[in-house]
């Protein structure tokens, strides 16, 4: 069995715990209700896309800061991040100074109190209009839910458009001036989700008369600030995964750079995780004599004669022409001229002969006979 030294052992297990921690993924968390961009049946993304086809520009206030003032029209719907002081006082001013604002199934204290109205539980499932001022609507809406109606005082300036079909007659929908603004006051029959928009159409029609203020091609924001909460953005920027610690930040990087660091070290080292292997003794060394046989062998089963022609070729004529310098490489027909005018005694015919037969050599057995001729004109050396 193999052992470990502990700081070895301790390295390791680090290593492995870091590999599974950086593998895992970090949990993703889920979008709240209301979601422009979502698609379930509590989102909004289909109201969104509906007002893009209208050629409106939608987009959101962001999750960072609460900024309204190129929007011409805002849907606010209900939070995880309640309206401070300072964010009733800007949405008052932006309302006052031509903005449209729609305050669906709010429950938010600071606009109670700025807008003047609170809500209360609705019992009727069929709404009427109480004012003329939705043409495009029919008379009457049916299907809604026993949702939170509106509670408007006495005096109110807001004015009830739809209402329970009954004795209380609990609003459903008001609208308010404030300044050079409206705003409209929404119970949650009218939350326009993709179920509301799909399955309970009727309540859709209320739509186009919310885009009255608005201008051709004008800016439609959705209140994502509120919705999400600032803490949705501190979240983004907190670390939740040791995964993340690893990836984002330079204490992360530095660590995963030592650990390459430190393997690359015990890799050019030498250092394995067992046993060192058994190497094979060195062998009776090889002879220079064994390498020639073997190089012949090789070139035979490869079928390689002319090289072997030109090389006895060459040492011939080597042999010959050097007592009267006469270079090896001249033609065959010179070479053989010029050694019969340096030296008669020589046969010429012959050297000619072998000469060419090696340059015509084609198969083994002559290849052999020629270079043992050539072996016995030159003789031992």
Do not use: C
């Not at 991040?81 to 604002?101: C, K, M, N, P, R």
């Not at 009954?166 to 929404?186: E, N, T």
């Not at 005694?345 to 083994?364: F, H, M, P, Q, V």
Request: aromatic share 8%.
């Amino acid at each position: 069995m193999v052992r470990f030294s502990r700081p070895l052992g301790l390295f390791l297990l680090f290593v492995i715990l870091l590999i599974a921690a950086v593998v895992a993924e970090r949990p993703t968390a889920p979008r709240p209700v209301y979601d422009p961009a979502g698609n379930g049946p509590d989102g909004l993304l289909l109201l969104r896309e509906w007002l893009v086809e209208m050629g409106y520009a939608v987009d959101n206030t962001g999750e960072r800061a609460f900024a309204i003032d190129e929007a011409d029209l805002l849907f606010v719907y209900p939070g995880v991040e309640s309206f401070s002081q300072a964010d009733g006082d800007l949405l008052l001013g932006w309302v006052e100074g031509g903005g449209t604002l729609v305050l669906v199934d709010a429950n938010d204290n600071e606009l109670m109190d700025i807008f003047d109205f609170s809500t209360r539980r609705g019992l009727g499932e069929r709404l009427v209009q109480t004012q003329p001022l939705l043409p495009e609507a029919s008379e009457s809406i049916t299907g809604t839910a026993f949702a939170q109606r509106l509670r408007l005082p006495a005096d109110s300036p807001a004015v009830a458009l739809l209402a329970e079909d009954s004795q209380q007659a609990r609003p459903a929908a008001a609208i308010l001036r404030q300044g050079k603004g409206w705003v409209w006051l929404l119970s949650g029959d009218f939350t326009l989700t993709n179920e509301r928009l799909t399955e309970s159409n009727s309540t859709a029609q209320i739509v186009p008369a919310l885009l009255r203020g608005v201008p051709d091609g004008g800016r439609i924001f959705f209140d994502t600030y509120h919705l999400f909460g600032s803490s949705v953005a501190q979240d983004a920027d907190r670390i939740g995964s040791l995964q993340e610690w690893a990836y984002t930040t330079p204490t992360g990087w530095a660590t995963l750079f030592l650990l390459v660091l430190g393997f690359g070290y015990l890799l050019l080292h030498g250092r394995r995780l067992g046993p060192p292997l058994q190497t094979i003794t060195q062998g009776r060394r090889r002879e220079a004599a064994e390498f020639v046989v073997a190089m012949a062998g090789l070139q035979r089963r490869a079928g390689v004669r002319d090289s072997i022609a030109r090389q006895q070729s060459h040492r011939l004529k080597q042999h010959l022409g050097r007592p009267w310098q006469l270079s090896a490489d001249l033609p065959d027909g010179e070479f053989v001229a010029r050694l019969s005018a340096a030296d008669p005694s020589r046969d010429g015919a012959r050297i000619r002969r072998l000469l060419t037969d090696l340059s015509n050599a084609k198969d083994e057995v002559t290849l052999v006979q020629l270079a043992q001729e050539v072996e016995a004109i030159i003789g031992p050396t």
